[in-house]
């Protein structure tokens, strides 16, 4: 099984900024697509931002375009969610998400079949 580290997350007021890595291991070919989603208690998982890794324009939720950016490195191996101006309803556990099927990159979690296991993000009012 292919396996998804996220790390970077944290606690940071309002108005800060924090920057997420996922690193990928144990595969033989890179994912066609890598995602960021983010579930808050007691709502349903949601997509953040997702992008295919031959290139492309980036997808992002209404709720975080022009806040947040993602990237990926020159090995395609780790994605980074670079998040800016925080704000208290950001607070979620924050998920990277990997696929290797030519058919993915939505914003919709269950089309997506690798998972990290999270890293929780706080904002404080």
């Known amino acids: 099984q292919v396996q998804l580290v996220e790390s970077g997350g944290g606690s940071v007021q309002a108005g800060g900024s924090l920057r997420l890595s996922c690193a990928t291991y144990?595969?033989?070919?890179?994912?066609?697509?890598m995602g960021w989603f983010r579930q808050a208690p007691g709502k349903e998982r949601e997509g953040v931002t997702t992008?295919?890794?031959?290139?492309?324009?980036?997808d992002y939720a209404n709720s975080v375009k022009g806040r947040f950016t993602v990237s990926l490195n020159n090995a395609k191996d780790t994605l980074y969610l670079q998040m800016n101006s925080l704000k208290p309803e950001d607070t979620a556990m924050y998920y990277c998400?990997?696929?290797?099927?030519?058919?993915?990159?939505?914003?919709?979690?269950?089309?997506?079949?690798?998972w990290g296991q999270g890293t929780q993000v706080t904002v404080s009012s």
């Open positions: 998400a990997a696929d290797f099927r030519p058919r993915c990159g939505q914003l919709v979690p269950y089309t997506w079949n690798t």
């Open positions: 144990g595969y033989t070919y890179s994912p066609y697509c």
């Open positions: 992008i295919y890794t031959d290139g492309g324009n980036p």
